[in-house]
């Protein structure tokens, strides 16, 4: 072993020495606190730390010497300079995080003193932070406590060298337990900041994934397999039936023959239609999408908070949904819409691309003709074909052209639920009735374990609305016309069985999925959602009607200063605990004293076995191993109530000569 990595000693190590033991420690901290990062890291910086840390691992296990820090200030130098052409700068959250990410194991490499391990766990203090800006959610911050414990292990290893695995853990925990009450003062009282940890403007949102603004072939089919939650809904009642979990996102009115996009539509406080019938109140976790749909039941009740209508019977929320929000919603599904609709929107609803889908379009006359021009039978006649002109459902619906709607319906005849709305809009317009397409998502699963709707990014939908003279905008699903079992019973059910198949979960999988979700969303409510809203209700039902920041830091210091004196009335209790190997340490004092070697104040157990042993060669073994054991359990770890107990027995049974 190379004299940078010397053989451990008992108590802290000397400033110019570190064992493996301690080494090894640290390299646990720094990979445990990089793992939750590596799926936002470029990969370039992920490779690059997996190779530093894989270097140091391997001059760890060879016992070699850091490397010349020559060769570590190029690789440094190296490293900001690929930060600075991979991201075009350094500041920033994901630059910064990057640097820190390879700042740590390229200080792994050159650690040879006590004071190099408390700057890398710095670092990795730092980093475990640094991964709530990308992720919040209940595994990262269980694997950022790991982590924390990994790190508090590293520099109790400064401290005893000697100590067990278990040992250091139990400390680690119990140092961390004693942070937790001052942590939740702190989570109850500290003003809340709603909005992201991270707020530059350049990088404070990233992309989300999920419905788009736009429909065109595949838009839709390409989420049928993804598995992450869109939004979880909680009723005050029971839940609606699957035939009436229609989610409303955008409403898309403009076809150019390929792509259908919305509207111009107006914003206003109050909605443009009067609601009637029974009501349904809810309240609805959304994941952020970065837009201001709130994808919410038809129809959204008047007079919600936070929520303003589109006259398209959309419910929207002031700014772009960010992050996860919650919102208490409610619905009235049997209200008429658009009973008197203007022009400009019907037109748009009528409006078709000259020349597109040409068999389609002739198709849609001669139903017209059949029908006698009566929009209530153009409907039945579409939907009658439909129905009977086998068409199937499918996640994997085959490339079409630039006539695609023409290719499906004539030619593949398979396809997603775009397809089919598509379709069946490119029909009734074609036969002079207004029609248009809305997307959003359908359907939705209850957990068992907390009774919350559950609606996946599969349960991504596109249906249609028919203007009908006199009765307003009607719902019309052409989908559920090829795949009645999709909207009954979800998305496996109205796929072919090869590919439902593909979706199927074992039950005990599935009961698996059902706690973790809904202790997840436990997490979301109860951690993450306690937001400043939230606070304020709380701190009024604690006597704080309107705290202000003066107000807030008083409670703090008193609920700290309660917390402090309680600890120390703890640690006295745990003093107290041990007062029986203090008594027998103070007998053994006393024997020695009256015979005359009386033990100075300055002297410690170590030097005064020294003293002993040299005054009283013939018994200076047991006498200098009783100082040496009392110092070992007094001032180490890992002492058990057996060791205390020998000890004291040793002392009982001691007879000076």
């Not at 802290?12 to 606190?33: G, I």
């Not at 939004?231 to 023959?257: H, I, T």
């Not at 079992?485 to 199927?504: K, M, N």
């Not at 409670?555 to 003093?575: E, F, T």
Request: charged content about 20%; proline content about 7%.
């Amino acid at each position: 072993m190379a004299k940078a990595l010397a053989t451990p000693g008992a108590g802290a190590q000397p400033a110019t020495s570190l064992t493996r033991n301690q080494a090894c420690w640290l390299l646990a901290t720094a990979v445990l606190t990089l793992v939750p990062h590596t799926p936002y890291l470029p990969a370039w910086v992920t490779a690059l730390c997996m190779a530093l840390l894989g270097w140091r691992a391997l001059r760890l296990w060879r016992g070699q010497l850091p490397p010349h820090r020559l060769l570590i200030m190029l690789a440094t130098i190296g490293a900001c300079l690929g930060i600075r052409v991979g991201f075009g700068q350094f500041f920033g959250k994901d630059p910064g995080v990057s640097l820190l990410a390879i700042l740590l194991c390229l200080k792994l490499l050159e650690t040879k003193v006590a004071r190099d391990i408390r700057v890398a766990v710095l670092l990795a203090f730092f980093l475990q932070l640094s991964i709530f800006f990308e992720n919040q959610s209940l595994p990262v911050a269980a694997l950022a406590l790991c982590a924390t414990l990994l790190a508090l292990a590293s520099l109790l290893a400064l401290v005893d060298a000697n100590a067990s695995t278990k040992a250091r853990l139990r400390t680690s925990a119990l140092l961390a337990a004693q942070g937790l009450p001052f942590m939740l003062v702190l989570f109850v009282l500290f003003p809340r900041v709603q909005g992201p940890l991270w707020g530059l403007p350049a990088d404070a949102f990233s992309a989300r994934s999920g419905l788009a603004e736009s429909m065109q072939p595949g838009s839709i089919s390409q989420l049928g397999l993804s598995e992450e939650i869109a939004f979880r809904a909680e009723f005050d009642g029971l839940p609606p039936p699957p035939g009436q979990r229609y989610w409303r996102g955008p409403v898309l009115s403009e076809f150019d023959g390929t792509t259908w996009r919305p509207a111009t539509s107006t914003i206003a406080a109050e909605p443009s239609y009067q609601t009637s019938g029974p009501r349904m109140d809810y309240r609805l976790t959304l994941e952020p999408h970065n837009r201001n749909w709130l994808l919410a039941l038809d129809f959204p009740a008047a007079g919600l908070q936070g929520v303003r209508y589109s006259s398209d019977f959309r419910a929207l929320a002031d700014t772009p949904v960010r992050h996860r929000s919650r919102f208490n919603l409610a619905a009235y599904p049997e209200t008429g819409v658009g009973l008197e609709e203007t022009p400009d929107v019907l037109a748009a609803a009528r409006r078709l691309p000259a020349g597109s889908n040409p068999r389609t379009h002739a198709l849609a006359q001669q139903l017209a003709a059949e029908a006698g021009s009566n929009p209530r039978a153009i409907l039945e006649r579409v939907q009658h074909h439909l129905r009977e002109a086998k068409l199937t459902y499918t996640l994997e619906p085959p490339l079409l052209g630039q006539q695609a709607i023409d290719e499906f319906l004539f030619d593949s005849r398979r396809g997603f639920c775009e397809h089919f709305s598509a379709t069946f809009v490119f029909l009734m317009r074609a036969a002079g009735v207004p029609a248009r397409v809305v997307t959003g998502y359908q359907g939705g699963e209850i957990n068992p374990i907390d009774g919350t709707l559950v609606v996946r990014q599969s349960d991504a939908h596109a249906w249609a609305e028919v203007w009908i003279d006199g009765r307003g905008w009607e719902r019309a699903d052409p989908t559920a016309l090829a795949a009645p079992g999709r909207i009954d019973s979800g998305l496996s059910a109205g796929l072919p069985a090869t590919e439902a198949r593909l979706l199927a979960m074992p039950d005990w999988l599935r009961s698996l999925r059902y706690r973790w979700e809904a202790a997840n969303n436990a997490w979301n409510q109860w951690i993450l959602g306690y937001n400043p809203e939230r606070q304020r209700d709380l701190l009024a039902r604690l006597g704080l009607r309107k705290p202000d920041w003066g107000t807030l830091a008083t409670a703090m210091s008193i609920a700290a200063s309660v917390l402090m004196g309680l600890l120390l009335l703890w640690a006295q209790r745990q003093r107290q605990a041990r007062s029986p190997l203090q008594k027998s340490w103070d007998s053994f004092c006393r024997t020695l004293a009256r015979h005359g070697l009386t033990r100075h104040p300055w002297e410690g157990p170590a030097d005064y076995g020294k003293r002993l042993a040299f005054a009283r060669p013939a018994q200076a073994k047991e006498l200098r191993d009783i100082c040496t054991e009392y110092a070992r359990i007094r001032y180490g770890s890992g002492a058990s109530s057996e060791d205390i107990r020998s000890l004291q027995q040793r002392i009982t049974k001691l007879k000076l000569t």
